[in-house]
T-cell receptor, first 114, second 115 residues
């Protein structure tokens, strides 16, 4: 059971380039999330999805896009990379039922924009 | 909106010392509360959780009690080990039925345990 898998683990982008951060989970979780973690800060929610075909903005969505065509996959797209997007990105998933749950996190993608 | 406030770090302790990391929250309704741990180079892992007032979450010697009267969820461990060195995050999930239940995180507390 792989859990939540993120690729790539590291990436360096030039200003203005685009890229897609991949996230896949094999736990049949309905809910998926993208967070960014800046140094010394907590995690901030970028986008989330409550099921295939349904996405919504979080706290810091500007400069990002997402799609959810399947239950398993939740890619995050950066269209025009900016230095402010240098961060560590975490994907997470959770079971939708009840209150007795937590997130399962991927191992993260460390992105540097230069 | 919801928020979580953690004590400022970093925290440095000697092995076998007592650990407390303070966490207070602001939320409407009855949130669920969590502590996550992040080891170097890894993603966050759920350490413990509590879903209602006066619940005590525990795992690996760590404990935290959901105190609604003081809106707190302080993390404690009686005797820390070098292997406990990590960043600890307090988080809450809104207790709203049908919501996306997205977690709100504190800023994290870096713990270093010296041998």
């Amino acid at each position: 059971n792989a859990g939540v898998t993120q690729t790539p683990k590291f990436r360096i982008l030039k200003i203005g380039q685009s890229m897609t951060l991949q996230c896949t989970q094999d736990m049949n979780h309905n809910y998926m999330y993208w967070y960014r973690q800046d140094p010394g800060m907590g995690l901030k929610l970028i986008y989330y999805s409550v099921g295939a075909g349904i996405t919504d903005k979080g706290e810091v969505p500007n400069g990002y896009n997402v799609s959810r065509s399947t239950t398993e996959d939740f890619p995050l797209r950066l269209e025009l990379a900016a230095p402010s997007q240098t961060s560590v990105y975490f994907c997470a998933s959770s079971y939708s039922g009840g209150t007795n749950y937590g997130y399962t996190f991927g191992s993260g993608t460390r992105l540097t924009v230069v | 909106g919801d928020s979580v406030t953690q004590m400022e770090g970093p925290v440095t302790l000697s092995e076998e010392a007592f650990l407390t990391i303070n966490c207070t929250y602001t939320a409407t309704g009855y949130p669920s509360l969590f502590w996550y741990v992040q080891y170097p180079g890894e993603g966050l892992q759920l350490l413990l959780k509590a879903t209602k007032a006066d619940d005590k979450g525990s795992n690996k010697g760590f404990e935290a009690t959901y105190r609604k009267e003081t809106t707190s969820f302080h993390l404690e461990k009686g005797s820390v080990q070098v292997s406990d060195s990590a960043v600890y995050f307090c988080a809450l999930s809104p207790g709203l039925a049908g919501s996306a239940r997205q977690l709100t995180f504190g800023s994290g507390t870096q713990l270093t345990v010296l041998p």
